[in-house]
């Protein structure tokens, strides 16, 4: 079975300790950790620091690992959302420099994942963008190898931001687009973060890669979307998506959940699901984003352990 945890980007108040605490009364068994550089966020769910790995040692490693056991909860990987192909040559080297911190920071914890984008330049073509990409990314791979550590890419289009519009700041957001970067580096430790609600917002079946791509899924996000119909009657699927969608938790939106853990089930893969708050519905307050994360527990607990 499938292993429940959640994203710790929705709860930043909280330590590591707490966030641990709560992961285990609340019956998760693990924890996608954000290890965001110490400091003011770039945009919203980003500069969330729940594992610092700046100078982060074997000591310290351990005693992350002791709250672990702690509480029986444990780290599903270490999660940095960044754009390490930014036009700024100054912004994209710190996210790769960072970048590299996480992955070692993943083998000292005897992590298996560490999640991350491919990023993008969101002025420019999926063509255009290719040479830098391949020129980024190949050493990058090269490096998590080193480590043993599995990079897995989500599949999320990061354009909801007037800044990030029109092409968004990351490129792998379809099955054409993953079989040309999987040719290109081919490599058992580059993979998915696989998120179904980034497939309903491009109107596409978010069951359908599954087989094909089983091996290459590493972690899942478990997250919803509502496409709001009316509007879209209104404004077209080529209007800013913001004026059309709102992300929902599990079992709020358009997924079928039941058929997706079906075809999920259907694969070899086995690792964890972790639920990504981004609702609304719930309110900002940290009480509200907890409820979030129980009731979304509650929606997919059928379908997994914890």
Not at 212 to 228: C, N, S, T
Not at 264 to 275: D, S, W
Request: net charge neutral; aromatic share 10%.
């Amino acid at each position: 079975m499938f292993r429940l945890g959640f994203v710790s980007a929705i709860v930043p108040e909280l330590s590591l300790d707490q966030l641990l605490a709560f992961a285990a009364a609340e019956r998760f068994a693990c924890v996608e950790a954000m290890c965001w550089p110490v400091g003011k966020a770039e945009r919203k769910f980003a500069g969330v620091t729940h594992v610092n790995v700046s100078g982060l040692t074997l000591g310290g490693a351990d005693d992350i690992l002791a709250l672990c056991a702690k509480h029986g909860v444990s780290l599903s990987g270490l999660g940095y959302y960044p754009n390490p192909l930014d036009p700024d040559a100054k912004v994209a080297k710190a996210a790769v420099e960072h970048l590299k911190k996480v992955i070692q920071a993943a083998a000292m914890l005897g992590l298996k994942n560490v999640n991350t984008f491919t990023g993008r330049d969101w002025t420019r073509s999926v063509d255009d963008n290719w040479p830098r990409f391949l020129k980024t990314w190949k050493p990058l791979i090269k490096f998590a190898e080193d480590h043993d550590i599995r990079i897995g890419i989500e599949n999320c289009p990061m354009s909801f931001t007037r800044d990030e519009w029109p092409g968004g700041k990351n490129l792998f957001t379809t099955p054409v687009i993953w079989r040309r970067a999987f040719s290109d580096i081919p490599s058992a430790h580059f993979g998915l973060n696989y998120d179904p609600s980034h497939f309903v917002l491009q109107h596409m079946d978010p069951a359908s890669p599954l087989r094909e791509f089983q091996d290459k899924l590493f972690h899942l996000h478990a997250k919803d979307v509502q496409l709001h119909r009316d509007r879209l009657n209104e404004v077209g699927v080529f209007a800013h998506p913001n004026e059309w969608h709102t992300p929902r938790i599990p079992g709020y939106g358009e997924m079928d959940w039941g058929r997706f853990m079906a075809a999920l089930m259907a694969t070899t893969y086995r690792g964890p699901v972790c639920i990504e708050v981004e609702d609304p519905t719930f309110g900002k307050t940290l009480a509200g984003r907890q409820d979030a994360l129980r009731v979304a527990g509650n929606a997919l607990r059928p379908y997994c352990v914890g």
